[in-house]
């Protein structure tokens, strides 16, 4: 079965930057996994994704800028790194998989437990 489990979340002062983490294991097969945050009263979504196939990367349009998102195969563990953090990157960050490309709520087979990231002004 595949688990994941995030990382790296934390307080942060606006402007700064976080390195979260998600350590993958179970998959028997290809594979996208990425991130999604959920902020408090609003509706869980997708930050990025990235595919085990060719590496490619797939950002939101709102997204796209400040976050970069990486794999390290050999420790078979993602990364999402967050530059310039803002208040209302204030979320719960989640790790998610599926075999679907790009990754949205409505596809994960799998989700992790979530970690809290804090931008305070």
């Known amino acids: 079965e595949v688990q994941l489990v995030e990382s790296g979340g934390g307080s942060v002062q606006a402007g700064g930057s976080l390195r979260l983490s998600c350590s993958a294991s179970g998959f028997t097969d290809n594979y996208v996994i990425g991130w999604f945050r959920q902020a408090p009263g609003k509706e869980r979504e997708g930050v990025s994704c990235i595919s085990s196939i060719d590496g490619s990367t797939y950002y939101p349009e709102s997204m796209k800028g400040r976050f970069t998102i990486s794999t390290d195969n050999a420790k078979n563990t993602m990364y999402l790194q967050m530059n310039s953090l803002k208040r209302e990157d204030t979320a719960v960050y989640y790790c998610?998989?599926?075999?679907?490309?790009?990754?949205?709520?409505?596809?994960?087979?799998?989700w992790g437990q979530g970690t809290q990231v804090t931008v305070s002004s």
């Open positions: 998610a998989t599926a075999y679907a490309w790009p990754l949205g709520v409505s596809t994960i087979h799998y």
